[in-house]
Structure formats: structure tokens, C-alpha cells
């Protein structure tokens, strides 16, 4: 069901008029879990949304009181695994491009799915996730070992096939809180998981434009690093331009959320492959995610 927030009075940011310049700004964020009581953070949390001016948000451990704007419309996660208030979301995808929810995913209390239809580009698929942490359980499976990680990857990776096979025609970016990361060196999870994840991407044909070289938070707030991520299926019709991150500061903002705020600016192209082209496992190669004898580390 496609949501539609209620109208909200609060001066806003404008968003810039991208009216069919083939541009599409797609931002991730973790807002750990805000309340209805929290006024004071909440208002800083829609004050940086309006700030960031993304076409298309995936909000991760979210709330239905906070929105993007009157001029976005969302789908969300059904239910919880946990307790809290009934309206908060594991994960919630909002645009302000027209928007269809897609079919309940294989793991609908954590993960959403949607089809957005950008102007001037081809439509996307848009799917939003959070994967377990280091030491939570998952449908009753306990954390150790990376059992939990491992059988909820799996599931997900299934949606991510199967909606690749179900629309040949459209890119797929999965984005969301995977609670690992993709750095040269270890920031938060396990190599166990790292080893997972990366060789679920690569099974999926996904490029995780946050990983290695691109990721922004070690680039300049090391020892942190990503972990939440912005993929995208290759070959893709939308090109990156841009991957950046908030706060510009060595650690999140603790008025806000525990996590770093993850923004990509895409641009539309062409999918054809040009001579001398980089292929999948030569952007794993090259951001050491994948060693010479072709197996992920």
C-alpha cells in the first residue's frame, strides 16, 4: 500500500527542478529508532532530510512521523520482530517520483520493495533492507557464528535474483543498514559475514558503490567506515556520479542517529558495455574485494 504523508506546514528546503534531466539522488539512513516523543531530534532528523534533498530515501529503523516531505510518497515494512511502538518501521522507502510497492519480500518485517519511475530515465527497483547485526537473532536464529546474518543474507539474496529475473529491463539498488562493512580493513561485523555478503553481491551481479575506494566514511572518519550501503545491478543504465556522506565530521552527530547519513547521485546512460570497460569482478579486484584466484576474501 502506497502511503501518502499528511500535509506538513514546516518551511522546507526546496528540492532542486530536476523535471527530466535523467538525474536521481537516492539517500540511506538509520535514524535509530526516533519517537513520537523526541520532538527536538525529530525535528533535527527533517531538517537534515530537507537538507540532503534526495529523490528517493530508504529509511532504516524509521517511524511513520517521519517523512520527507508532502511531495513524497512511501512503502514500508509490515510488522516487528520486536517490541516498540506499532509505528515504527524496520524500513521504509519514500520518493517523490511515482512509486508502486512491490510484492511482500521473502523477509516483509525487514525489507521492502518498490518500483519508482524517475523522469527522464529508465524506472528503477528499489529495495530496502536491514540484515542483522553482529549479535542479533533473525526468525529465532541465535547471532553466534553468523548464523542470523547468514540465513537472513539468504533470503534477501533471493528477492534480489528474483527481482532482477522479474524486471530484465530496469536497474536494482539495494540499499539500506546492512550492519557490515566493505572497508580494506575491519570496522564493524565479522570476516565470516564479509565473506557472505560479498559473495552474495557477486552472486546477484550488485556493485556496492559504498565498498573499498568508495567508500566515504573511511576516506576521511577512519577508523569508521560504511556500513550502510547503496548498491547497484551491473551492468546499470544509471550511473554513479557521486557518493557522499553526512556529517563531514570524524562521527555521526549524536543528536541524531548513532549512524552516518549515505547519498549517490545517479545519472542516466546506457547499459552497453564499451571496449576496455570495467566488469564486475574488475571493480572487486580493485577495491580488494575480490583476490587474483577469483574467490571472494
Same mark, same amino acid.
Given at each position: 500500500?502506497i502511503?501518502v504523508p499528511p500535509v506538513d506546514?514546516t518551511p522546507?528546503?526546496l528540492l532542486?527542478?530536476?523535471?527530466?534531466?535523467?538525474?536521481?539522488k537516492?539517500?540511506?539512513?538509520?535514524?535509530?529508532?526516533p519517537?513520537?516523543?523526541?520532538?527536538k531530534r525529530?525535528?533535527?532528523?527533517?531538517?537534515?532530510?530537507a537538507?540532503? /534533498?534526495? =529523490?528517493t530515501w530508504?529509511?532504516?529503523?524509521t517511524?511513520?512521523?517521519?517523512t @520527507?516531505?508532502?511531495e513524497? #510518497?512511501g $512503502? %514500508?515494512?509490515?510488522?516487528?520482530?520486536r /517490541?516498540? =511502538?506499532p509505528?515504527?518501521?524496520?524500513t521504509?522507502i519514500w520518493?517523490r517520483? @511515482?512509486i508502486?510497492?512491490? #510484492?511482500? $519480500? %521473502?523477509?516483509?518485517?525487514?525489507a521492502v /520493495?518498490?518500483?519508482?519511475v524517475p523522469t527522464?530515465g529508465?524506472?528503477?527497483?528499489?529495495?530496502?533492507?536491514?540484515l542483522?547485526?553482529?549479535?542479533?537473532?533473525?526468525r529465532?536464529?541465535? /547471532?553466534?557464528?553468523?548464523a542470523?546474518?547468514?540465513a537472513a543474507?539468504?533470503?534477501q539474496?533471493?528477492d534480489?535474483?528474483?527481482?532482477r529475473?522479474?524486471h530484465p529491463?530496469?536497474?536494482?539498488l539495494?540499499a539500506?543498514?546492512?550492519?557490515q562493512?566493505?572497508?580494506?580493513s575491519?570496522?564493524?561485523?565479522s570476516r565470516?559475514?564479509?565473506q557472505?555478503?560479498v559473495?552474495?553481491?557477486?552472486?546477484c551481479?550488485?556493485?556496492a558503490?559504498?565498498?573499498?575506494?568508495?567508500d566515504p566514511?573511511?576516506?576521511s572518519?577512519?577508523p569508521?567506515?560504511?556500513?550502510?550501503?547503496?548498491?547497484?545491478s551491473s551492468?546499470?543504465?544509471?550511473?554513479?556520479t557521486?557518493?557522499?556522506r553526512?556529517?563531514?565530521?570524524?562521527?555521526p552527530d549524536?543528536?541524531?542517529?548513532?549512524h552516518?547519513?549515505i547519498?549517490?547521485?545517479?545519472?542516466a546512460?546506457t547499459q552497453?558495455?564499451?571496449?576496455?570497460?570495467?566488469t564486475?569482478?574488475?571493480?572487486?579486484h580493485r577495491?580488494?574485494?575480490?583476490?587474483?584466484?577469483g574467490r571472494p576474501q
Amino acid at each position: 500500500m502506497i502511503r501518502v504523508p499528511p500535509v506538513d506546514t514546516t518551511p522546507r528546503l526546496l528540492l532542486p527542478d530536476r523535471e527530466g534531466s535523467g538525474v536521481v539522488k537516492l539517500a540511506t539512513w538509520n535514524l535509530a529508532r526516533p519517537t513520537p516523543s523526541s520532538r527536538k531530534r525529530n525535528a533535527l532528523i527533517s531538517e537534515q532530510i530537507a537538507r540532503v /534533498a534526495a =529523490d528517493t530515501w530508504v529509511l532504516t529503523e524509521t517511524h511513520d512521523l517521519i517523512t @520527507p516531505g508532502p511531495e513524497y #510518497s512511501g $512503502t %514500508s515494512t509490515i510488522g516487528s520482530d520486536r /517490541a516498540g =511502538d506499532p509505528s515504527e518501521r524496520w524500513t521504509t522507502i519514500w520518493s517523490r517520483f @511515482p512509486i508502486e510497492p512491490l #510484492s511482500p $519480500t %521473502s523477509d516483509p518485517i525487514r525489507a521492502v /520493495a518498490a518500483r519508482i519511475v524517475p523522469t527522464g530515465g529508465a524506472p528503477i527497483i528499489v529495495y530496502g533492507t536491514v540484515l542483522p547485526w553482529l549479535g542479533g537473532s533473525w526468525r529465532g536464529i541465535a /547471532a553466534r557464528n553468523g548464523a542470523a546474518f547468514s540465513a537472513a543474507l539468504e533470503a534477501q539474496a533471493s528477492d534480489w535474483l528474483a527481482l532482477r529475473s522479474a524486471h530484465p529491463d530496469h536497474d536494482l539498488l539495494v540499499a539500506g543498514d546492512f550492519n557490515q562493512d566493505l572497508a580494506h580493513s575491519h570496522y564493524y561485523g565479522s570476516r565470516a559475514n564479509r565473506q557472505k555478503l560479498v559473495a552474495a553481491l557477486e552472486r546477484c551481479g550488485l556493485d556496492a558503490l559504498t565498498a573499498g575506494d568508495g567508500d566515504p566514511i573511511r576516506s576521511s572518519s577512519s577508523p569508521c567506515a560504511c556500513i550502510d550501503h547503496i548498491c547497484i545491478s551491473s551492468p546499470a543504465r544509471w550511473q554513479s556520479t557521486t557518493v557522499r556522506r553526512w556529517p563531514a565530521q570524524p562521527r555521526p552527530d549524536p543528536r541524531l542517529s548513532d549512524h552516518f547519513g549515505i547519498v549517490v547521485e545517479f545519472k542516466a546512460g546506457t547499459q552497453s558495455k564499451e571496449a576496455g570497460a570495467d566488469t564486475w569482478d574488475d571493480r572487486l579486484h580493485r577495491r580488494g574485494l575480490l583476490p587474483a584466484s577469483g574467490r571472494p576474501q
